[in-house]
């Protein structure tokens, strides 16, 4: 990996202590080891706050992918910027709904395409999501890029992060999630 | 030191391009190379990129190593640049390509990606065809027969159920007994090829039996002595595999007192015994049961019909269906929608002159593509469809020594009645017959229906007397428009509209006597 793409990948806030996603690197197996401890009642209780904190990731994500539609068509940098971070943390609440994944650390956005086998349009977005994030990186970090320095356009990239974020809806309402 | 890296560049995207091109089947791909602080990309630049052309991206950078510069690093985006003249785009040729073959649908059409690629039919025919059951699928040559009995074939493959394809075609015309020895023998060996151990054993002993009775000889009371033991080898296969499926595919072309006999003596070895039966025909030429001898399947006893046909008595779904495939077709290929090489008027028309047929219609749209494209036109126009329906004429006189060989020369030269009643006599392309006249003159229609030369517009209206029902027909499009052009014909409507009966009611009555002599 080259120092560009190291400094681009700076990690998001941890979670404030006390908090279930600090209590262990993955909340699912924390469940799984405790689930003949804890009454079942209890188990719901964690089932219902990795659920929250699911959806508040996508919540943060859809928020980062709106204020990237409402910027001006001149800010390209910022608008690809936001859009990557739509997308980013919108994966990530698929994650931790699924596989109890939650990371902090910076690597984790070399796992942008880590979605579920049956997630849908899977090759598009194993393409092109990391794509945007090559471009958020160019984008944030290149003071000589200019915009046709995009892999993918603007109003590419916003289609992309529309139909991603429409995919990962459906996905987490299939499961159960009231988005 | 730069010229040398750029060689590299060009050689290892080359490579990549390479491979793209063979997997998409595009002639031509359009790409720029982005060089950017980080490293080169690699950019294909697609009409319309679709979940297909990411999968190949996908797997092409999985398979690429490390010492091409490409790997992981070659994305795709959408092509912005309106091109001049959309029928020169490479999405267009290759749209040509892939109707073209899958204009003829055998059991290695579309290889795996044939449930992917599988258009369902308006009528949901799909539930039938994989029911436990036996079907008869009838309808023109062209109107998704095969398809439809490839689908169940498929769903077959997939839950790993026994299943034999035996194409009739093969046996085109035979009417002697040997042709029973032989179809038993085409199943049998397929079937052994899936079994094993004391099943294997006995499926080989029955074809050295079929075998014997090929090169000797041998009497319909021979064969029904073998009946009982396939039967007994058929059920020991079912008991693993909880059922056997038998596809025969055009059924029509046999003789059609070995149509009966064939369907007898599989019936007599399938029947309660969860093998089952699924057969392809033409309607009018396709004969499966014999009343007075009560011999072959009879339906709906002992099969299930599934119309895949209702010529142009259904305009509107004709219309959906024919939408739907060509869209698919079009994707598939890269292009945004069928719209996007022509306007709604040219498919509305495409499926009135294909009279609702799905072949017939891809076959005369890939024509009428390439006869536009000639000219430079830059989306396909109606008057090319009508030049490339003519020269579909041909082809469906051509059909004519497939499907009823032993008939041809009549038939032809009842059409040509048919035909000078309407473009010398009467000048118009549809007519109407009455129903229960002349019983072999009518069979005779029908024949002409089977082989697409003419089309029904309505199965019965009572245009004078309420006793007197008549059939709405009209001659089929290629014999009179394009380079046939017969600009004194009134045209019964151009498009797939809902037809009025006032309309029907007007039209020229056809004497069937004209016809006799050739029934």
Redesign the interface.
Known sequence: M?R??DRATSPPLPVKTPHLLNAGSNCRKLLAELSGILPASANELIEDEINRNAIALFKLGEGHFLFAKGLNKALWRQKISRLYYGAYNARRAINLHGSGKYSVDVSDHKNIDSLPGSFP?S??Y???L??LR?DR??ADY?H??VEA?L???VE?AEDLVTQFLSDVANYLTSKGLTL | MKTDRLAVVERDAQRVISLFKSRSMFHEVIYTIKDRADGPYLVLELLNPTERFYGIVENISKELVDDNLFAGRVTIKKRFKPPVNRLSLPETALLQKVIAESLTATSSTFGDEYLDRYIRSVSGAEEQITARSNNIVLGRRGSGKSSLLLYAMHKLKEEQTPYTWTTIQTYEGRKDFLVVVDIFLDIVSQLAAKCAGVSLMEMQLILSKLEGFLDEGCTEKQFDVLVPRVRRAFSAVVRGAGQIVLFLDDIHVLHETMQIMVLSKLYSITRDNSVFLKISGIEQLAKNWNASLRKGIETPHDAQVIKLDHNLTMPGKSLDHISSILDARATYCGLPSIGYICGSEVIQRLVWVAAGVPRDALSIFSSAASRAAIKDQKRVSITSVNEAASVMAETKINDLALDASDRKPKIEEAFDVVRKFCISEQKKNAFLVEIGSNGPAMSLVKELIGLRLLHILHEGVTPHQAVRRYMGLMLDYGFYVGIRAARSVDVFQKEPDEIAAKDLRNLPIFPLNLIAPFA
């Open positions: 080259s560009r793409q349009n090759s598009t194993s393409v092109q990391p794509t090559n990186n160019l290149d000589e890029a320095d892999l993918i356009s590419d």
